[in-house]
């Protein structure tokens, strides 16, 4: 299953929220994500509280953006960036495919 990185920031309404009345976030978006067919590997927060850091493995992008974007709908976060991520393993495949490439750069 593809496995993605997401990088959000918390609405200073949400940080208000969470201030009011701390919880853990991951309790509450696991079963979400389980619903929809993927998970939640780990959900990191910045020692300030403010950036959120997932790792999911979601099945369908369609699905992922469905989730950021109702999130973002909530206004629990200012911003949301979601990158697909590889192994480092898989990442040799990339670097040995992308020397076959005759690929020019421009030039001025």
Known sequence: M????SHS??????IAGLVENPQNRAEVTRPILQALGA???QLYIDVGGTEIY??????DPTILGAISTAMYAAGSF????????I??????????????????????
């Open 2 to 5: 593809p496995k993605y990185l």
């Open 9 to 14: 920031t918390y609405s200073p309404e949400a």
């Open 78 to 85: 200012s911003s949301i960036k979601i990158s697909q991520v």
């Open 87 to 108: 192994t480092a393993e898989d990442s040799v495949d990339v670097f040995k495919k992308a020397g076959e490439i005759a690929y020019t750069p421009p030039s001025g």
């Open 39 to 41: 998970s939640l590997e």
């Open 54 to 59: 997932a790792v999911l493995d979601v099945p």
